[in-house]
């Protein structure tokens, strides 16, 4: 067997069921299978415009600009918006690309409602793990810099870390899984900040609702299928 066969080999292993899954609803309902992905892109696109516009600008950051020194109550209100409002120092594209990829793979796979419960806890765990971090100070665990309380934390790059953590816990995609994890550790190391910490908190919240299933004698997040391969009905 060649190493070209080989390759082949694991690479089905490791997509084949993903693919499965996502090319027949995909293949038989095109864009009605992903309307929460959709409505996402969208509603960030819409929002990158507004905040970008002198008279769109201050309702964009009242309703969806979260930092760690905000009232908690008021971040929290802030959080839903916020993981759909772009970061103003980021290319919009690249977020919107992400979006559609990664809301729509999970869309299909997991279904819109856990697809939306993994958007928003990691989000919502990015926002919580800043107020910590800041709070316990940059020299201890984890800790972070005041200075970081001003920081605008905006951005779905948390939740689609987290939904590609999840499809890859979900599918078995083991290496990719892996591989999706490493980066988010090797993009703290290179450059340790807000934005990146708060990607490793995002990978511990996933890790957390992929374990939950399992603990609880459940299946996992696909549902409880008895087979990898298969593509999965439509979810709400």
Request: charged share 15%; proline share 7%.
């Amino acid at each position: 067997m060649t190493f070209g066969q080989d390759l082949g080999r694991a690479a089905r292993r490791e997509w084949g069921p993903l693919w499965s899954a996502v090319r027949a609803p995909l293949a038989a309902r095109g864009p009605r299978a992903v309307p929460l992905t959709l409505a996402s892109v969208v509603l960030t696109a819409l929002l990158q415009v507004a905040q970008n516009r002198p008279r769109g600008y201050g309702p964009v950051q009242t309703l969806g600009a979260v930092r760690a020194d905000d009232p908690l109550w008021a971040a929290l209100l802030r959080t839903p918006l916020s993981l759909f409002v772009p970061a103003l120092d980021l290319p919009v594209w690249g977020a919107l690309a992400q979006m559609l990829v990664v809301f729509g793979v999970a869309e299909v796979c997991l279904g819109r409602r856990r697809t939306l419960l993994i958007a928003y806890t990691a989000t919502l765990a990015g926002t919580l793990y800043a107020r910590i971090g800041i709070a316990a100070g940059p020299d201890a665990f984890l800790g972070l810099p005041g200075s970081d309380a001003r920081v605008v934390d905006t951005g779905p790059s948390a939740a689609v870390v987290a939904l590609a953590v999840c499809v890859c816990c979900a599918y078995r995609a083991r290496i990719t899984g892996a591989v999706v994890i490493a980066a988010m550790v090797a993009e703290t190391v290179v450059k340790d900040n807000l934005a990146g910490r708060e990607h490793l908190a995002a990978v511990a919240a996933a890790l957390a609702l992929c374990a939950a299933p399992v603990l609880r004698g459940g299946q996992g997040l696909e549902g409880g299928r008895g087979t990898r391969s298969g593509a999965p009905p439509i979810r709400s």
